[in-house]
T-cell receptor, first 115, second 118 residues
Framework: AQTVTQSQPEMSVQEAETVTLSCTYD???????LFWYKQPPSRQMILVIR????KQQNATENRFSVNFQKAAKSFSLKISDSQLGDTAMYFC????????????WGAGTKLIIKP | GAGVSQSPSNKVTEKGKDVELRCDPI?????LYWYRQRLGQGLEFLIY????????KSGLPSDRFSAERTGESVSTLTIQRTQQEDSAVYLC????????????????FGPGTRLLVL
């Protein structure tokens, strides 16, 4: 069965610092997508960034970028110049395109940005 | 707005009562998903609808849980004879299509319904 592991239950950094959230996954599929979602206290699950497994280039979205290491099955999220509004739960998820198309979720990392 | 909407935002009920949760997907999205999120935990898949195909009910935890969707629009998740362990946030998401690949696979979420069973 496919699994997604986020080994950091909670992290906190000072505003403007850079922080990296780790995620590893386990899949035997060759065609899959990886996602980072953010869930602030408002509960709204917001897509942060996505990565297609067939693409070697790391996805970036403004201050958010990923370090996708396919061989190591690692998909970390880097947040540069962190802001107070980045405080949220961050979930890593994978989506198999060849089998059941289900999003498999990690347990989440609680990120706190301190002023 | 153009996003996924859910109602009610909060629901308090007594053990044994039935509840109905509603989800309005983004217009034009053919795929719709329900998830459950217990306090401090990740998301559990419950059920998925794709167009007029038979739904994937593989995540429903018991026969007390059911869901319906009218065409490619509104969906309702029904929990019968609620139990205290049903207390959670129920999230709905939609995507353009689950089968097309590419950007269509990205799921967009509603704000959720927080259910508390006393």
């Amino acid at each position: 069965a496919q699994t997604v592991t986020q080994s950091q239950p909670e992290m906190s950094v000072q505003e403007a610092e850079t922080v990296t959230l780790s995620c590893t996954y386990d899949t035997s599929e060759s065609n899959y997508y990886l996602f980072w979602y953010k869930q602030p206290p408002s509960r709204q699950m917001i897509l942060v960034i996505r990565q297609e497994a067939y693409k070697q280039q790391n996805a970036t979205e403004n201050r958010f970028s990923v370090n996708f290491q396919k061989a190591a099955k690692s998909f970390s999220l880097k947040i540069s110049d962190s802001q107070l509004g980045d405080t949220a739960m961050y979930f890593c998820a994978s989506l198999n395109m060849d089998s059941n198309y289900q999003l498999i979720w990690g347990a989440g990392t609680k990120l706190i940005i301190k002023p | 707005g153009a996003g996924v909407s859910q109602s009610p935002s909060n629901k308090v009920t007594e053990k044994g009562k039935d509840v109905e949760l509603r989800c309005d997907p983004i217009s034009g999205h053919t795929a719709l998903y329900w998830y459950r999120q217990r306090l401090g935990q990740g998301l559990e898949f419950l059920i998925y609808f794709q167009g007029n195909s038979a739904p994937d009910k593989s995540g429903l935890p018991s026969d007390r849980f059911s869901a319906e969707r009218t065409g490619e629009s509104v969906s309702t998740l029904t929990i019968q004879r609620t139990q205290q362990e049903d207390s959670a946030v129920y999230l709905c998401a939609s995507s353009l299509s689950r089968l097309a690949g590419g950007q269509e696979e990205t799921q967009y979420f509603g704000p959720g319904t927080r259910l508390l069973v006393l």
